[in-house]
């Protein structure tokens, strides 16, 4: 890939996704019949990286996987949707990581990861990517590597200019301070929002509450995701909460929905910087809003050909 093309770069985990569907989510101690099971791709950085690319993105992934035979199948499946695997990297000192899904009737879900080859991204990986990153237009972190990886390769786009989205999932209550000043939009969900600010999000209040406190620990811009109910923004330029609403649709699956929405905002900031903050998370919300409606995780992810146009104008 000639780098000065790439147009996003995530750098963060993929992992292979074992989902069972069942009529509820079981109690502690509890087994309970499910319906369904799948095996598919998963991994928050790769989620958000091929839903960036479905829309139209030149994405290149940062990585680690296993030498078995889901590492191998994965790198096909970044090929499958053209991303770049060069900085794509294989270890026989770990597993690929897997998570493993429940979903309920109603399209909620509980997730268990195991982080495995993740975990072994280093400093030498990032060197190697160093050149892309310097590239890119957007730059997308989040947790399920190694924290200090994301916070160095933050610190290596913010210091270069490159836009930089952070997604603090898994959250971590005790944060490193430097992950909110070293990410142009933070942008987290009710529960993660929780876990930092210790302020409970059930209403659109509490997260612009949220929002305002996590922008005193240095963050530019904050997005504060609600699942159906949309987005709360609030910015330094303008600390005003702004309520984003999304689309009312009826949920099959809300497995990597907020992924599909941070993959879309990732595409809007690099190919349409001119739009409002409003506008796109408007867009993205409505992308977010279709990858539900299907099962899977990166399986529900649209093309931006079976979306309406007027969201590319």
Not at 4 to 22: A, F, P
Not at 51 to 65: E, F, H, N, P, S
Not at 111 to 126: E, K, T
Request: net charge negative; charged share 20%.
């Amino acid at each position: 890939m000639p780098y000065n093309e790439v147009m996003l770069i995530h750098y963060d985990s993929q992992y292979w996704s074992l989902k069972s569907v069942t009529p509820r989510l079981p109690k502690a101690g509890e087994t309970i019949h499910g319906s369904k099971f799948f095996i598919g791709f998963g991994g928050k950085g790769a989620n958000q990286c091929i839903q960036a690319a479905r829309l139209g993105a030149r994405t290149a992934m940062v990585c680690k996987v296993g030498e078995d035979s889901f590492g191998n199948n994965y790198i096909e499946n970044f090929k499958n949707n053209d991303v770049c695997t060069d900085f794509v990297g294989q270890t026989a000192e770990a597993a690929t990581g897997t998570a493993s899904i429940i979903v309920n009737a109603e399209g909620q879900n509980a997730i268990v990861i195991v982080a495995g080859a993740n975990l072994l991204l280093d400093s030498s990986d990032l060197a190697k990517a160093s050149g892309a990153i310097h590239s890119a237009r957007v730059m997308v972190c989040q947790l399920e590597i190694n924290p200090q990886m994301s916070l160095e390769a933050l610190k290596v786009a913010h210091n270069s200019g490159v836009k930089t989205i952070f997604n603090p999932a898994p959250a971590i209550a005790d944060l490193e301070a430097e992950f909110y000043t070293h990410s142009d939009i933070f942008c987290c969900n009710e529960s993660e929002a929780e876990i930092l600010t210790g302020i409970a999000v059930t209403r659109l209040t509490d997260a612009s509450k949220a929002g305002r406190a996590l922008l005193d620990r240095g963050c530019h811009l904050v997005l504060v995701t609600l699942g159906g109910e949309g987005c709360v923004i609030v910015s330094k330029d303008d600390p005003t909460p702004k309520h984003v609403a999304t689309n009312k649709v009826t949920a099959v699956d809300t497995t990597g929905a907020g992924d599909s929405f941070i993959g879309a905002l990732a595409f809007y900031l690099a190919h349409y910087p001119h739009l409002s903050i409003e506008e796109m998370v408007k867009r993205s919300n409505c992308i977010a809003s279709v990858s539900v409606q299907s099962a899977g995780t990166q399986t529900s992810f649209p093309y931006r050909k079976d979306l309406p146009q007027d969201i590319f104008s």
